[in-house]
């Protein structure tokens, strides 16, 4: 089961992980169905871009094989002439031809090719559309409104099975707003405030503003109250972000699931407004062409909040091409936890033994029996991913844990717990933390939980130690009491010899962490 906050609240996540150990069901990556999807590729065709992306991996959670924007402004003046802007139709039939080759050389067809707003509002659109098809190959789906802001929706359930609240999505000439709950999308509206189809309104900033006000408060009030969190999915609110982030000196640039809140998006605005444009581009790595539309996309995003004033708001880098794909998945695979399927994946593709994930999470569960279901889906996640940075030298490998965990192309994983999981992973491959070159992330995360995972991380790293065969069900065992604040090691006969120097010190080291007494008892043989 997914809780509403995206995490799973279960251990097992559908029928068939009954019986297995814990969460760790046949990982579906290996279902036919979803071997099917192992390569997919899918274009959108957008008012302001040209993308193609490749998803390759594991399917539920998949990984960006290649990735490549054009900014081709298809949308550009057409309030005025009501066709798509010439330049930018010659600029995107190019890009669709690379797209078209590129995706036969990776073996990614048929690609998925959807357009939105401009095509579908221009007089000459379809002309357009035969054209690519004439020229590539490609079959245009030119996509309404309402079925843009189901795809950018569907996006969101991608990263975050469990998520609620009010999606919207900014293009060049439209932006969509869409409802999720439960796991399905509700109502769906499509409006014209796209960035560049507000440029070129009559009026200056005062009257674009005052028609951004009119037209979000008729969506307000087609909608309803919209309390919950607001999910931003478009190249001008991850624009935003990035300002966003800079101006708070943030220290981890990913932009998926980063946090804003209503004061934040007022404060940022303000920022934009007072800076030089050219020096905030080149601060924050945005192009000059999205530079461009961001102080227009800053109005409605102010207007956006103040009107709808959610609780919070978070970005995400999933999207309508992430909506595409979601739409090619069997019910199943969407009702997997992204993460953990993405961990299962790279356990079964780069640890030295696939399953030992499995053991692991077995050995240290006694020290993690009381904490949230939230919680506990990160120690899995740690114990899948604790083996998988062995090529990485000796010397850097903590590091390394660390950074992929951090950076890395995980769904469904807030900033913090990012830190968190970075910093168990780090713990299994070094005793101490201090004087890591990413102190400057710790902070991210409460100094409660950086102590729990430094438990986490020791007691992977003793743990690491200590399998044998699995002819024993049990070699070693863990219990711990809490209130006594005793940490006993059950070793059976065949496990004693692997209870050396290095794994005592260890097995120290871990009770250091907890502030607790351990006791090493040796099991009798079985009769």
Known sequence: MVGRDGHDTVDGVDGQDRGEAGPFGQPLFRDAQARALARVGVVDVGS??????????????????????????????????????????????????????????????????????????????????????????LELRVIDGREEARLSAQGVLLGWPGAYGLVSDIGGSSMELAEIADGRVGKRLSSELGPLKLADLPGGRKGRQAHVRKVVERLAKE???????????????????????????????????????????????????????????????????????????????????????PRDIALSSYGIREGLLYERMPQRLRDRDPLIEACLFSEAKDARIPGSG???????????????????????????????????????????????????????LKHSERVYLGLALMHRYRNKRAGSPFE?????????????????????????????????????????????????????????????????ARFRALCAALGAEGCVRERSARR
Not at 253 to 258: G, K, S
Request: charged residues 30%; positive net charge.
């Open 48 to 137: 302001n871009s040209v993308r193609l992306v490749v998803f390759d991996g594991a399917a539920r959670s998949p990984a960006y094989f290649y990735n490549e924007k054009i900014m081709c402004g298809l949308g550009a003046g057409m309030r005025e002439t009501g066709r798509l802007n010439p330049e930018g139709r010659a600029r995107a039939l190019r890009a669709l031809r690379r797209f078209a080759a590129l995706a036969e050389g990776m073996e990614a067809t048929p690609l998925t090719v959807a357009a939105t707003a401009a095509v579908r509002d221009a007089a000459d659109g379809p002309e357009f559309c035969a054209e690519v098809a004439r020229e590539t190959g």
């Open 223 to 309: 909608l309803g109250p919209q309390h919950n969190r607001l999910f931003l999915v478009g190249g001008s609110w991850r624009a935003i972000a990035r300002i966003d982030m800079h101006r708070r000196a943030y220290p981890l640039r990913v932009l998926h699931e980063y946090r804003m809140d209503r004061k934040s998006v007022a404060e940022t605005v303000r920022f934009i407004e007072t800076s030089d444009p050219e020096t905030l581009r080149a601060a924050c790595g945005i192009s000059s062409s999205r530079m461009a539309l961001v102080p227009v996309a800053a109005d409605v995003l102010h207007r956006l909040v103040k009107t709808f004033r």
């Open 440 to 504: 400057h992330l710790f902070g991210l995360l409460p100094e409660a939980d950086r102590a729990e995972a430094e438990v986490l991380g020791k007691a992977m790293r003793f743990g690491a130690m200590l399998w044998i065969s699995d002819d024993d069900d049990r070699p070693v065992e863990m219990r711990w009491f809490p209130k006594k604040k005793v940490l006993e090691l059950r070793l059976s006969e065949a496990a004693v010899p692997l209870y050396g120097e290095v794994a005592e």
């Open 358 to 412: 499995r053991r692991l999470y077995d050995f240290v569960a006694p020290l993690f029996r009381n904490v949230p279901d939230a919680r506990r889906r990160l120690v899995k996640a740690a114990c899948l991913l604790h083996d998988v940075s062995w090529r990485a030298h000796p010397d850097y490998r903590a590091e390394t844990c660390f950074d992929n965990a951090t950076r890395g192309n995980l769904g469904g």
